[in-house]
Structure formats: structure tokens, C-alpha cells
Nanobody, 119 residues
Framework: QVQLVESGGGLVQAGGSLRLSCAASGSISSIGSMAWYRQAPGKLRELVAVISTVGMINYAPSVKGRFTIYKDNAKNTGYLQMNNLKFEETAVYYC?????????????WGQGTQVTVSS
């Protein structure tokens, strides 16, 4: 059973920083791509950043230059460093990853972590 657990959310003032973590656990053979999404109240879930198996990275235009996605394959953990946070980025942030477990590849979601940016 593969699980993703996010952590690192919280309350921060506008202009501040947070680092989110996404730890994969269970029977893991390999981790492919990893992505961060966010969903604000009343809005659709949107892609924030994604890093591929080979390290190719893409960011939503609104976060480019402020957010950094990276992963530590040895720890089966991905990260999202968020700097200069804005009030409108208050949302639940979700981690998504493609993981090869005991049987085959699958897509997994974490439970989400709340990020609240105060103005």
C-alpha cells in the first residue's frame, strides 16, 4: 500500500515563505513524476508545479520565480519551496505522484495541507 503524506503547511504573512514536503511510503519500487496542486475555496484544483522522472520542471506562470519544486529520491520525498507568498495563494495544497508499487505504476494523491496567507 503506497501512501503520500504532505506536511509543512500553516499560517504565514504575505511575503513570507513555507516549504511543503510530500513523503511517499509503503512498497515503493520507483517514483516517477511528482506534482503539486492547490485548491482554493470555491475554485478548481490547479497545477502549481511538476517535476518529471528525469528532472524536467514546469511551473504555473503565477508562481514562476517564487516557487521551487524538487525531490530527494533517496528519501522518497518531494518538496515545494514557496517564497514571497501572496494572499490569494491561500489554498489546500496537494501532492500527486506516479509511483511503482509492488505490482505496477499508479497515481497517488496526498490528503492535502492547508496554506493560509494573511494580508
Amino acid at each position: 500500500q503506497v501512501q503520500l503524506v504532505e506536511s509543512g503547511g500553516g499560517l504565514v504573512q504575505a511575503g513570507g515563505s513555507l516549504r511543503l514536503s510530500c513523503a511517499a511510503s509503503g512498497s515503493i519500487s520507483s517514483i516517477g513524476s511528482m506534482a503539486w496542486y492547490r485548491q482554493a475555496p470555491g475554485k478548481l484544483r490547479e497545477l502549481v508545479a511538476v517535476i518529471s522522472t528525469v528532472g524536467m520542471i514546469n511551473y504555473a506562470p503565477s508562481v514562476k520565480g517564487r516557487f521551487t519544486i524538487y525531490k530527494d529520491n533517496a528519501k522518497n520525498t518531494g518538496y515545494l519551496q514557496m517564497n514571497n507568498l501572496k494572499f490569494e495563494e491561500t489554498a489546500v495544497y496537494y501532492c500527486n505522484a506516479t509511483i511503482k508499487g509492488a505490482a505496477d505504476w499508479g497515481a497517488y494523491w496526498g490528503q492535502g495541507t492547508q496554506v493560509t496567507v494573511s494580508s
